[in-house]
């Protein structure tokens, strides 16, 4: 009978029947009996967003601070599953915030991976580290930013996480903001005081990758936040001349139209159509005369 209780309660749990969890617990079914992944009563609640069923078995004394076999608590599978319900349940009862996965990401890193306002919201209340960084040295806005995750690094900027922070071994947030294709994720670090013009080690600039890339939305945001159009670098290359090396004609239009100087000369003393000419680039050829 107990082992049936077990099942039923286990059921209950991943369905979200509050009734079958409570007639389950009633039959004698263990609150915090654990599955072979190590997932308990708790955790399939967390993980399918059910947060009166987390409810109920908080109240019959359900242990928060257990971990699965892969190491998460109930929490941290709540924010996997973007159940700001849940989270918002767990924190209540005293969930900690600042518990970490075995790859040293909290609940709010977790959750800016994926999810949108409504899952962050509750971690954002419970006033967390917003600049803690996971064992890769990430923070939860670079998270956001890895997965063009615009809804939740908005939320983590209008909180006030640092838009300057990023790990030792990975891009400035612009940078990456722009190999994820997000002009508006460039826009929105624009806004909160992000380097949206600071060089790399070889003098290339965000508007550099941008124009190599021919991402013309990056670039007109780019535009519209000021940065240096005419800056070279450690080799006397503009955005410019980047663009027309690169083919991507429709960036040398955008740039053009941004009074990029057509005259300037990289350290070999080629301007952009120098550069332009021999790769037979007509129209960006036609635009740069």
Same mark, same amino acid.
């Given at each position: 009978?107990?082992?049936?209780?077990?099942?039923?309660?286990?059921?209950?749990?991943?369905?979200?029947?509050?009734?079958?969890?409570?007639? %389950?617990?009633?039959? *004698?079914?263990? +609150?915090?009996?654990?599955?072979?992944?190590?997932?308990?009563?708790?955790?399939?609640?967390?993980?399918?967003? /059910? *947060?009166?069923?987390?409810?109920?078995?908080?109240?019959?004394?359900?242990?928060?601070?257990?971990?699965?076999? &892969? *190491?998460?608590?109930?929490?941290?599978?709540? %924010?996997?599953?973007?159940? *700001?319900?849940?989270?918002?349940?767990?924190?209540?009862?005293?969930?900690?915030?600042?518990?970490?996965?075995?790859?040293?990401?909290? @609940?709010?890193?977790? =959750?800016?991976?994926?999810?949108? #306002?409504?899952?962050?919201?509750?971690?954002? #209340?419970?006033? !967390?580290?917003?600049?803690?960084?996971? #064992?890769?040295?990430?923070?939860?806005?670079?998270?956001?930013?890895?997965?063009?995750?615009?809804?939740?690094?908005? @939320?983590?900027?209008? @909180?006030?996480?640092?838009?300057?922070?990023? !790990? &030792?071994?990975?891009?400035? !947030?612009?940078?990456?903001?722009?190999? $994820?294709?997000?002009?508006?994720?460039?826009?929105?670090?624009?806004?909160?005081?992000?380097?949206?013009?600071?060089?790399?080690? =070889?003098?290339? =600039? !965000?508007?550099?990758?941008?124009?190599?890339?021919?991402?013309?939305?990056?670039?007109?945001?780019?535009?519209? &936040?000021?940065?240096?159009?005419? $800056?070279?670098?450690?080799?006397?290359?503009?955005?410019?001349?980047?663009?027309?090396?690169?083919?991507?004609?429709?960036?040398?239009?955008?740039?053009?139209?941004? /009074?990029?100087?057509?005259?300037?000369?990289? =350290?070999?003393?080629? &301007?952009?159509?120098? +550069?332009?000419?021999?790769?037979?680039?007509?129209?960006?050829?036609? $635009?740069?005369?």
């Amino acid at each position: 009978m107990a082992e049936d209780a077990n099942l039923a309660l286990a059921s209950a749990a991943r369905s979200g029947d509050v009734a079958a969890a409570a007639k %389950a617990i009633e039959a *004698g079914a263990e +609150i915090n009996r654990a599955d072979f992944s190590g997932d308990t009563p708790l955790m399939r609640a967390a993980h399918q967003g /059910h *947060g009166q069923v987390a409810q109920l078995l908080l109240a019959k004394g359900a242990q928060m601070e257990l971990r699965d076999s &892969s *190491g998460d608590t109930a929490l941290l599978d709540a %924010a996997r599953a973007c159940a *700001g319900g849940v989270e918002q349940v767990l924190l209540k009862a005293g969930a900690v915030a600042t518990d970490l996965d075995p790859y040293g990401a909290n @609940a709010l890193m977790l =959750t800016a991976d994926r999810c949108g #306002e409504g899952a962050l919201k509750p971690l954002l #209340e419970a006033a !967390p580290q917003l600049d803690a960084r996971d #064992e890769r040295g990430r923070t939860a806005l670079w998270r956001a930013i890895d997965h063009a995750n615009l809804a939740a690094a908005e @939320a983590l900027l209008t @909180a006030g996480a640092d838009p300057r922070l990023a !790990p &030792s071994d990975g891009p400035d !947030p612009v940078w990456h903001a722009i190999n $994820r294709g997000g002009s508006g994720l460039v826009a929105l670090l624009a806004r909160h005081g992000a380097a949206i013009d600071k060089p790399d080690e =070889t003098g290339d =600039t !965000p508007l550099m990758l941008a124009a190599r890339m021919g991402d013309v939305a990056v670039i007109g945001q780019l535009l519209k &936040s000021g940065v240096d159009l005419n $800056r070279q670098n450690k080799l006397g290359l503009t955005a410019l001349m980047l663009a027309a090396a690169a083919g991507k004609c429709d960036a040398v239009a955008a740039l053009l139209a941004g /009074h990029a100087d057509r005259g300037l000369r990289d =350290t070999r003393k080629e &301007s952009a159509l120098d +550069i332009a000419k021999p790769l037979g680039l007509v129209d960006c050829i036609s $635009r740069l005369k």
